[in-house]
């Protein structure tokens, strides 16, 4: 029996576990594009945190577990948290509407949900003394940028059944561990306990079983990171082996014994190749498809037409969109109707407009929603689902046909890059500032939103200020 006992020599790190240790530790991110992509990325992310706040459903996530724990400061309210549970509420209030920014390769996922860690992180350090600046929150947001999308651009945890928060933990372990101190080799320690800490699955974000678990999956990501980050800081030491190792490591159990693949070394690509999420609050694959819906039911007003006028949609769409968002059938929830191509495009085409709001059941209620879902056929055009990877374009198109009930069929409207793309930065950057201030007029007077605006809009003065002095300004009295 003794041939077949395991060796008890540990081998040295896998090699996934050094290059994102090393990237963490020792890359000097010098590109200007990042750095200014990062601030808008950081603008709108913390604007998106605050709209989720008008929800509810979310805003009863929040605040502490435990009455009477004091430190760092959640946007929009006035909570006092432990970092762990910071990052909870602050990845949670990000992720809650669907509207953070995205990247889109074999895996899907939004990068900025990393910000729940790294700022509740660097907030409570900041007050602890330590001289972070948003420069360093910048920083950290490109990096776990980076290390997320760079795992995403070739390897499909969804096809396996994960939930992309797996790389927001990761992300997240690695980028927190340089904020706290940890060296090389206790950085690798963490974010191997990332990969062996248990992943969550898409159950939650596919029917019958969506719900809201999709919206606060991000937070819990962020806060397992912190958590781990701390534990090493402690002196838990890690597995070296926690991809590789035979039977037990995370390329047999949940890989299908695939070994990661990378298309490119770590920088600052993903930062700068970012979509934001600027016209409507809707699940990515669907932006495009959603800004032709508009630009269709202006067309029918146009032509003294409405919505009852039309008889039946085509919607070709990505490969992407026709497995995760093409839904038929009753729709249970807001967390259903975010996910669902068929309602972001009837809704628009019924209404003119597509907000937060449209997903609440009050305004599902309509029966013409679900009567024109029925008329909506997708199917996929594979130039789309191969532009989609392409890294020279990672478009998302969608191209809407319309026939009338008397026969007509309108020009089909096609969108291949929404504006949040790099492609219509310029185009976008002015909307997306707007979208920032819609978002923080609900929670602020005239005077706290002036300060705000003009402290994020001074790209030269914003990276200098102490991170304790930018999350003040969202401190709710």
Same mark, same amino acid.
């Given at each position: 029996?003794?041939?077949?006992?395991?060796?008890?020599?540990?081998? #040295?790190?896998?090699?996934?576990?050094?290059?994102?240790? $090393?990237?963490?530790?020792?890359? *000097?991110?010098?590109? !200007?594009?990042?750095? #200014?992509?990062?601030?808008?990325?950081?603008? $709108?992310?913390?604007?998106?945190?605050?709209?989720?706040?008008?929800? !509810?459903?979310?805003?009863?996530?929040?605040?502490?577990?435990?009455?009477? @724990?004091? +430190?760092?400061?959640?946007?929009?309210?006035?909570?006092?948290?432990?970092?762990?549970?910071?990052?909870?509420?602050?990845?949670?209030?990000?992720?809650?509407? $669907?509207?953070?920014?995205? /990247?889109?390769?074999?895996?899907?996922?939004?990068?900025?949900?990393?910000?729940?860690?790294?700022?509740?992180?660097?907030?409570?350090?900041?007050?602890?003394?330590?001289?972070?600046?948003?420069?360093?929150? =910048? #920083?950290?947001?490109?990096k776990a940028h980076e290390i997320q999308g760079g795992l995403a651009l070739l390897n499909s945890f969804n096809r396996v059944g994960?939930?992309? +928060?797996?790389?927001? %933990?990761?992300?997240?372990?690695? +980028?927190?561990?340089?904020?706290?101190?940890?060296?090389?080799?206790?950085?690798?320690?963490?974010?191997?306990?990332?990969?062996?800490?248990?992943?969550?699955?898409?159950?939650?974000?596919?029917?019958?079983?969506?719900?809201?678990?999709?919206?606060?999956?991000?937070?819990?990501?962020?806060?397992?990171?912190?958590?781990?980050?701390? =534990? +090493?800081?402690?002196? !838990?030491?890690?597995?070296?082996?926690?991809? @590789?190792?035979?039977?037990?490591?995370? &390329?047999?159990?949940? /890989?299908?014994?695939?070994?990661?693949?990378?298309?490119?070394?770590?920088?600052?690509?993903?930062?700068?190749?970012? =979509? /934001?999420?600027?016209?409507?609050?809707?699940?990515?694959?669907?932006?495009?498809?959603?800004?032709?819906?508009?630009?269709?039911?202006?067309?029918?007003?146009?032509?003294?037409?409405t919505s009852d006028d039309i008889k039946s949609i085509r919607i070709r769409t990505q490969e992407a969109a026709m497995r995760i968002?093409?839904?038929?059938?009753?729709?249970?929830?807001?967390?259903?109707?975010?996910?669902?191509?068929?309602?972001?495009?009837?809704?628009?085409?019924?209404?003119?407009?597509?907000?937060?709001?449209? &997903?609440?059941? %009050?305004?599902?209620?309509?029966?013409?929603?679900?009567?024109?879902?029925?008329?909506?056929?997708?199917? #996929?055009?594979?130039? &789309?689902?191969?532009?989609?990877?392409?890294?020279?374009?990672?478009?998302?198109?969608?191209?809407?046909?319309?026939?009338?009930?008397?026969? @007509?069929?309108?020009?089909?409207?096609?969108?291949? &890059?929404?504006?949040?793309?790099?492609?219509?930065?310029?185009?976008?950057?002015?909307? =997306?500032?707007? %979208?920032? *201030?819609?978002?923080?007029?609900?929670? /602020?007077?005239?005077?706290?939103?002036?300060?705000?605006?003009?402290?994020?809009?001074?790209?030269?003065?914003?990276p200098k200020l102490p991170v304790s002095q930018f999350t003040d300004l969202f401190v709710k009295a």
């Amino acid at each position: 029996m003794s041939s077949h006992a395991e060796s008890a020599v540990r081998p #040295e790190p896998d090699q996934v576990l050094q290059d994102i240790a $090393d990237y963490v530790h020792n890359f *000097k991110i010098d590109s !200007e594009l990042a750095f #200014e992509t990062a601030r808008l990325c950081l603008i $709108d992310t913390i604007g998106c945190g605050l709209e989720g706040l008008r929800f !509810e459903a979310c805003a009863r996530l929040l605040g502490p577990v435990v009455e009477g @724990t004091v +430190v760092p400061n959640v946007p929009g309210t006035n909570y006092q948290l432990d970092p762990i549970r910071g990052a909870f509420n602050i990845g949670t209030q990000i992720r809650w509407l $669907d509207f953070n920014d995205c /990247f889109l390769a074999a895996e899907w996922g939004h990068p900025s949900d990393n910000l729940g860690a790294i700022l509740a992180v660097a907030d409570h350090l900041s007050r602890q003394g330590q001289p972070l600046t948003v420069h360093d929150i =910048l #920083e950290g947001m490109i990096k776990a940028h980076e290390i997320q999308g760079g795992l995403a651009l070739l390897n499909s945890f969804n096809r396996v059944g994960l939930d992309h +928060v797996v790389l927001v %933990k990761v992300a997240s372990t690695a +980028v927190v561990s340089k904020l706290l101190g940890l060296d090389r080799a206790q950085t690798i320690d963490a974010i191997s306990q990332a990969w062996v800490d248990g992943q969550s699955l898409r159950t939650y974000r596919h029917a019958p079983n969506t719900g809201s678990r999709k919206s606060w999956a991000a937070g819990d990501a962020c806060s397992r990171a912190v958590n781990l980050a701390y =534990l +090493v800081k402690k002196g !838990e030491r890690g597995m070296p082996s926690v991809l @590789t190792a035979k039977t037990w490591g995370f &390329y047999d159990v949940l /890989f299908k014994s695939r070994p990661f693949e990378f298309q490119m070394p770590y920088s600052s690509y993903i930062m700068e190749n970012v =979509l /934001f999420k600027i016209s409507y609050p809707a699940e990515f694959h669907a932006q495009t498809a959603v800004e032709a819906a508009h630009i269709i039911h202006a067309k029918l007003k146009d032509l003294g037409k409405t919505s009852d006028d039309i008889k039946s949609i085509r919607i070709r769409t990505q490969e992407a969109a026709m497995r995760i968002i093409n839904k038929k059938g009753p729709l249970d929830n807001f967390a259903d109707r975010d996910h669902d191509i068929n309602y972001m495009v009837a809704f628009p085409l019924i209404f003119g407009e597509l907000t937060s709001e449209s &997903y609440t059941d %009050k305004a599902a209620a309509d029966p013409r929603i679900d009567a024109l879902r029925a008329k909506i056929t997708c199917v #996929e055009e594979k130039s &789309y689902s191969v532009d989609y990877h392409e890294p020279s374009k990672r478009s998302i198109s969608n191209a809407l046909l319309v026939e009338l009930n008397d026969g @007509t069929v309108l020009d089909e409207v096609e969108v291949q &890059y929404p504006v949040g793309h790099k492609r219509r930065r310029q185009e976008g950057t002015p909307l =997306l500032l707007a %979208k920032f *201030k819609k978002h923080i007029a609900p929670h /602020f007077d005239g005077a706290r939103q002036k300060k705000i605006l003009d402290t994020v809009n001074d790209a030269k003065s914003l990276p200098k200020l102490p991170v304790s002095q930018f999350t003040d300004l969202f401190v709710k009295a």
